[in-house]
């Protein structure tokens, strides 16, 4: 299992909004920055949020990330059927072992 | 634009080692805003990351694959390199290189903001 915690699915209707969960601990999200990736069917990952809260280039403001204490959120307004994708957060975990973490991802399903 | 593209054997037979290349154009592994890094993922699963690279050879993985990972960075060639010793099944998986971010005021590994369209690796004799 992964390190944090996704929930595998959230479904919601074109145009709506819908909200994706990421827990984590004290030792990798309570103390690092939280990025966001967007994964279409068969293509590579791509940066959607970085340092919690922040949009890359090109990123439309639909997109939003928040953070608190051990949790980040990854928002999506406006929901469009190109939306429809697995969604990941990662850290950086800075235990004894530092390395880096993703959640197991999450299924979105644009109804 | 800074571009990755991974490269090397798409079959690796069991208990062999796996070597995939990837080549940065565009810019430069020398860069010291950036640490290199592999990441991959089984079919139908989430990602892993395996390591990274600094331009000086530093490096940094994953505990539960470092006794068989190894990193490397060729700066003349513009390039940074991967082996996964004493493969098995369970390493079938596509492999993605990517730049990954080092936080400006932390300096510790930020996000991955450029990845290459990554390669399937399958290990089976």
């Known amino acids: 299992q992964s390190v944090l915690t996704q929930p595998p699915s959230v479904s919601a209707a074109p145009g709506q909004k819908v909200t994706i969960s990421c827990s984590g601990s004290?030792?990798?999200?309570?103390?690092?920055?939280v990025s966001w990736y967007q994964q279409l069917p068969g293509t590579a990952p791509k940066l959607l949020i970085y340092?919690?809260?922040k949009r890359p280039s090109g990123i439309p403001d639909r997109f939003s990330g928040s953070k608190s204490g051990t949790s980040a959120t990854l928002g999506i307004t406006g929901l469009q059927t190109g939306d429809e994708a697995d969604y990941y957060c990662?850290?950086?975990?800075?235990?004894?072992?530092?390395?880096?973490?993703f959640g197991g991802g999450t299924k979105l399903t644009v109804l | 634009q800074v571009q990755l593209q991974e490269s090397g054997p798409g079959l690796v037979k069991p208990s062999e080692t796996l070597s995939l290349t990837c080549t940065v154009s565009?810019?430069?592994?020398?860069?010291?805003?950036?640490?290199w890094s592999w990441i991959r993922q089984p079919p139908g699963k989430g990602l892993e990351w395996i390591g990274y690279i600094y331009y000086s050879g530093s490096t940094n993985y994953n505990p539960s694959l470092k006794s068989r990972v190894t990193i490397s960075v060729d700066t003349s060639k513009n390039q940074f390199s991967l082996k996964l010793s004493s493969v098995t099944a369970a390493d079938t998986a596509v492999y993605y290189c990517?730049?990954?971010?080092?936080?400006?005021?932390?300096?510790?590994?930020?996000?991955?903001?450029?990845w290459g369209q990554g390669t399937m690796v399958t290990v089976s004799s």
């Open positions: 990662g850290t950086w975990d800075s235990s004894l072992s530092a390395f880096w973490v």
């Open positions: 990517a730049r990954q971010l080092i936080h400006y005021s932390s300096s510790s590994p930020d996000a991955f903001d450029i």
């Open positions: 565009g810019g430069s592994v020398s860069s010291g805003s950036y640490y």
């Open positions: 340092d919690n809260n």
């Open positions: 004290s030792s990798n999200i309570g103390n690092n920055y």
